[in-house]
T-cell receptor
Framework: AQSVTQPDIHITVSEGASLELRCNYSYGATPYLFWYVQSPGQGLQLLLK??????LVQGIKGFEAEFKRSQSSFNLRKPSVHWSDAAEYFCAVARNQAGTALIFGKGTTLSVSS | GAGVSQSPRYKVAKRGQDVALRCDPISGHVSLFWYQQALGQGPEFLTYFQNEAQLDKSGLPSDRFFAERPEGSVSTLKIQRTQQEDSAVYLCASSLRGAGGRETQYFGPGTRLLVL
């Protein structure tokens, strides 16, 4: 069965430092992968998505992610974190090619220290 | 509105009460999804509509949960005889076209349900 693992429950990063949030997936075929961000009291906002092609995808707010099939990973990165990036981040995989449901990881909470 | 809206934003119910949660998707969006997000967890899929047809309800946890989208736009998630384990945030999402893994799902702010 498809699954998503986000190994880090909580990460603290200094403002201006780089960030990498880990995501590992389990899926038999080529996965459709997503990163969402959730701020308190807000809905989930899509940061970026990967379907095929270039394994390095660019998203909004300066985020990028790299798909590595050999490692079953889709890690999210940002070169310089801003205080406004503090939020919860969710990695997700479409359940199947028809995509009727997304399977989410448990999320990583990002804190930004000054 | 520009995005997905949900009402009420907060709901407190006594155990055993019935509740109804509303979702207004983005205008023109064909697909509508409901997810349940327990505290400290990621969202979990409940059910999916394409227009008015409920094509997948495999995630509904029990027969106390019922969803409808009678005219292919607004959807209601109903929970009968609420129990404490139903306490969660219920998220609604919509996407422009029919099912397809490449479709972006746009999420509403959620309804936080607390069952006492």
């Amino acid at each position: 069965a498809q699954s998503v693992t986000q190994p880090d429950i909580h990460i603290t990063v200094s403002e201006g430092a780089s960030l990498e949030l880990r995501c590992n997936y389990s899926y038999g075929a080529t996965p459709y992968l997503f990163w969402y961000v959730q701020s308190p009291g807000q809905g989930l906002q899509l940061l970026l998505k990967y379907f095929s092609g270039d394994t390095l995808v660019q998203g909004i707010k300066g985020f990028e992610a790299e798909f590595k099939r050999s490692q079953s990973s889709f890690n999210l990165r940002k070169p310089s974190v801003h205080w406004s990036d503090a939020a919860e981040y969710f990695c997700a995989v479409a359940r199947n090619q028809a995509g009727t449901a997304l399977i989410f990881g448990k999320g990583t909470t990002l804190s930004v220290s000054s | 509105g520009a995005g997905v809206s949900q009402s009420p934003r907060y709901k407190v119910a006594k155990r055993g009460q019935d509740v109804a949660l509303r979702c207004d998707p983005i205008s023109g969006h064909v697909s509508l999804f409901w997810y349940q997000q327990a505290l400290g967890q990621g969202p979990e899929f409940l059910t999916y509509f394409q227009n008015e047809a409920q094509l997948d309800k495999s995630g509904l946890p029990s027969d106390r949960f019922f969803a409808e989208r009678p005219e292919g736009s607004v959807s209601t998630l109903k929970i009968q005889r609420t129990q404490q384990e139903d306490s969660a945030v219920y998220l609604c999402a919509s996407s422009l076209r029919g099912a397809g893994g490449r479709e972006t799902q746009y999420f509403g702010p959620g309804t936080r349900l607390l069952v006492l």
